[in-house]
């Protein structure tokens, strides 16, 4: 079953228990716990925990290489054929790339303006009932660079489609910023909600707070590891 993704909480509450029943209804020996942990992992990708505050909090970015070319090299045309796996042609312009984080607004409307621009090219790809959300994962769209700009991870791409499949429009050419806004106000009252179930079922250790805890915990003590064995 593929679980809803929602961008406010008030959907989000208004919906659990129907979605719960659902998920039981395919599921037939599953638990809520179980519910729990796959809400848990659907809504973890944007979230972080806090050490100073010792809470967990929003962090809706996502990691990209942007590709660009060396000022060294000659100025030209290339297409970044094998950027996402970190390999660059002999022939022609070489690209450069470095990591960057973006929000998940920005990234949303890159792979909108993708898939607008491959429907500007193709006058029929809207035609009948299909909408932008037909192209969402797309994979020769998707990763797809003329010249410089970002080159998107496929594999990475497949972790936020819920996100996507939410947040992008049938149609146009823009985002909805206000409602990327109520999803950065609502994403942490999700978490807790969560949280505060698995809790009431004695299943915390499967918590979005226990499990990012823990992850930052483990980045900390192995920087730790890699300082010390630098120095």
Not at 44 to 51: D, G, H, K, T
Not at 109 to 129: E, P, R, T, W, Y
Not at 176 to 187: C, G, P, T
Not at 194 to 218: G, H, N, P, W
Request: include cysteine; hydrophobic fraction near 35%.
């Amino acid at each position: 079953m593929e679980l809803p993704f929602y961008l406010n909480f008030k959907d989000f509450e208004s919906n659990y228990y129907e979605n719960l029943e659902k998920w039981f209804e395919q599921y037939h020996t599953t638990s809520e716990i179980d519910y729990l942990r796959a809400l848990a992992d659907l809504y973890s990708p944007y979230l972080y925990y806090n050490f100073t505050e010792d809470r967990i909090q929003a962090d809706a970015s996502i990691e990209v290489k942007d590709c660009f070319f060396p000022y060294h090299e000659k100025i030209g045309i290339s297409f970044c054929t094998g950027c996402e796996h970190g390999i660059s042609s002999k022939k022609g312009l070489n690209h450069v790339f470095e990591f960057k984080n973006i929000s998940m607004m920005e990234y949303a409307q890159h792979i909108l303006d993708k898939i607008n621009k491959h429907c500007s090219k193709n006058v029929h790809a809207l035609d009948g009932n299909k909408s932008i959300l037909d192209y969402i994962n797309n994979h020769d769209i998707i990763t797809s660079v003329e010249g410089v700009g970002y080159c998107i991870s496929y594999n990475r791409h497949q972790k936020v489609l819920p996100f996507l499949k939410a947040y992008l429009p049938y149609f146009g050419q823009t985002v909805n910023m206000a409602l990327y806004r109520d999803f950065i106000f609502s994403i942490v009252e999700i978490a807790e909600f969560i949280d505060q179930k698995l809790k009431t079922v004695k299943a915390f250790e499967y918590s979005i707070y226990f499990q990012s805890r823990a992850e930052a915990k483990f980045k900390v003590q192995m920087s730790r590891q890699f300082l010390t064995l630098c120095n």
